[in-house]
């Protein structure tokens, strides 16, 4: 039922490496957040396009050379939906992501610890109910265990260079964007 000691012992790790590092990148400070929800801070959007588009690269480098296996979940509509919407309404009452409210936590800011308590209670209730959600995340659409290479007969490759060059040429509009603004000390 439960994974290695080992196993276990590296995803603490690795969890406080995550959030040590959440930390240190400033998302994890609710003004941050909410500057990026005014549209106001893009810290949030260039931090994780940065992670997703290395860590597209380093998972398909792993899983070619055999080190790591991925395990896709079914793409049920329904269940995108309901966590989508339970994702959204928890990031507008509490003001940080599950990860953030963590590692923000972590840092000592208590208004994140009585979130991260919500958070864990949510998931209790959530777990309860779920014979009560499962019908419904399961009766919208469940397009079973696909991916976009499989659903275009693609490489896997091609995606993960779609990606990471789609999130680049993010990463350089928001520099340039950036540096067209006009400095806080010349207003």
């Known amino acids: 039922m439960f994974d290695s000691p080992e196993k276990l012992l590296l995803g603490l790790v690795s ?33 994780m396009a940065t992670a997703v588009a290395v860590g597209a690269v380093g998972v398909h480098l792993l899983v070619a050379a055999g080190i790591a296996t991925l395990h896709v979940k079914p793409a049920l509509l329904g269940g995108l939906i309901v966590g989508g919407l ?13 990860g953030t409210g963590v590692a923000a936590s972590g840092a000592g800011h208590r208004d994140a610890a009585v979130g991260v308590a919500g958070m864990l209670s949510g998931a209790l209730l959530f777990v309860l109910g779920y014979p009560l959600w499962k019908p419904v995340i399961e009766s919208v659409a469940d397009w079973g265990e696909l991916t976009l290479p499989e659903a275009s007969s693609s490489s896997t490759w091609l995606w993960v260079a779609i990606v990471t060059g789609a999130l680049s ?19």
């Open 86 to 98: 339970l994702f959204g309404l928890g990031l507008a009452l509490y003001g940080y992501c599950p």
């Open 169 to 187: 040429l993010l990463l350089l509009w928001l520099r340039k964007r950036q540096s067209a603004l006009p400095s806080p000390a010349a207003g």
């Open 15 to 47: 969890g406080v490496v995550f959030g040590f590092l959440l930390h240190k990148g400033r998302v994890a400070r609710f003004d941050v957040i909410v500057a990026q929800l005014l549209l106001k801070d893009w810290t949030v959007v260039k931090i």
